[in-house]
């Protein structure tokens, strides 16, 4: 278990609607990052947040939105649904990787999203 | 563009067997290298990584994977299957260089049968 807790596990929307997803990151990490993951495929990055602020950005649109709290657990946000965001997404914690640290990723077990 | 691809989708060995889980990477440079495992409705969880140094690394379970330049890949290895082992296994990177925050780019992974 990697100290990584997501919620929900599982939930059902219909298109057009938005979701929050919400994850807790490891004691002590200070970086999360959101991954999606659809089905039959690897994970793609989604963003990355660091000390409350963005700090990269994958390929996904203006409707994906992050918060990071100051307790550095963070929420996933997408609106307008469509159902190409059907997938399982993942967030992982870890240190900042700064240049010459080697961090390593915590995952948690996702939160699966169907949209219907 | 940073890429990572692992040519064999499905592979199915018998318990005790040996396995090979091939990765080839596309960069300009050598990249920070992990295997990860994922088990049905699980997060991921990492196997092993490179960072630099001895081009054998040793992972948790038994697997080890290696490096090699000359052929930008990085296959897992296991001398002896066991039934716990099938799973989804990903290979993935991040790019090494100033302003890289520490993004995976993961390949779109090998599903593992164990046939008894």
Same mark, same amino acid.
């Given at each position: ?19 929050? +997803? ?65 997938? +399982? ?28 | ?72 890949? #990085? ?14 296994? #990903? ?14 780019? #993961? ?10």
């Amino acid at each position: 278990e990697t100290g990584v807790t997501q919620s929900p596990t599982h939930l059902i929307k219909t298109r057009g609607q938005q979701v929050t +997803l919400r994850c807790s990151s490891q004691s002590g990490h200070n970086t999360v990052s959101w991954y999606q993951q659809a089905l039959g495929q690897g994970p793609q990055f989604i963003f990355q947040y660091y000390r409350e602020e963005e700090n990269g950005r994958g390929n996904f649109p203006p409707r994906f939105s992050g918060l990071q709290f100051p307790n550095y657990s963070s929420e996933l946000n997408v609106n307008a649904l469509e159902l190409d965001d059907s997938a +399982l997404y993942l967030c992982a914690s870890s240190l900042e990787w700064a240049s010459g640290r080697t961090g390593e990723l915590f995952f948690g077990e996702g939160s699966r999203l169907t949209v219907l | 563009a940073q890429s990572v691809t692992q040519p064999d989708i499905h592979i199915t060995v018998s318990e005790g067997a040996s396995l090979e889980l091939r990765c080839n990477y596309s960069y300009g440079a050598t990249p920070y290298l992990f295997w990860y495992v994922q088990s049905p409705g699980q997060g991921l969880q990492l196997l092993l990584k490179y960072f630099s140094g001895d081009t054998l690394v040793q992972g948790i379970k038994g697997f080890e994977a290696e490096f090699k330049r000359s052929q930008s890949s #990085f296959n897992l290895r296991k001398p002896s299957v066991h039934w716990s082992d099938a799973a989804e296994y #990903f290979c993935a990177l991040v790019p090494r260089g100033s302003g890289n925050t520490g993004k995976l780019i #993961f390949g779109q992974g090998t599903t593992l049968q164990v046939k008894p």
